[in-house]
């Protein structure tokens, strides 16, 4: 059975750094494009950053640019996402997301992505 599973959230002070995880199960991720999305309440989720089944293309919303970096280690079957400079506007439920590397390159478009993480919260306050 395939799954994804995040970890690292937390509460941080502004300007801080987190690093999340997504440990995949059931599968392994060298043929999966990978995704971050987050989820504010009240707001809809965004596409953070995705990354292809290499490593060598990423993309990220630019809310994020320049702070944030994904990266993933097959090897490891693990996805992750560093999170420097955090704002107080980076609160949110943080999820992963994947799909088959046959559906295209890594889109940020949460509606492509079958296979989803329960989520991991971050919290950016002082």
């Known amino acids: 059975q395939l799954q994804l599973v995040e970890s690292g959230g937390g509460l941080v002070q502004p300007g801080g750094s987190l690093r999340l995880s997504c440990a995949a199960s059931g599968f392994t991720l060298d043929n999966y494009v990978m995704c971050w999305f987050r989820q504010a309440p009240g707001k809809e989720r965004e596409g953070v950053s995705c990354i292809s089944k290499g490593g060598d293309t990423t993309n990220y919303a630019d809310s994020v640019k320049g702070r944030f970096t994904i990266s993933r280690d097959n090897a490891k079957n693990t996805l992750y996402l560093q999170m420097n400079s955090l704002k107080p506007e980076d609160t949110a439920a943080y999820y992963c997301?994947?799909?088959?590397?046959?559906?295209?390159?890594?889109?940020?478009?949460?509606?492509?992505?079958?296979?989803w993480g329960q989520g991991t919260q971050v919290t950016v306050s002082s």
């Open positions: 997301a994947s799909r088959d590397v046959r559906y295209g390159a890594p889109v940020r478009t949460s509606s492509d992505y079958p296979y």
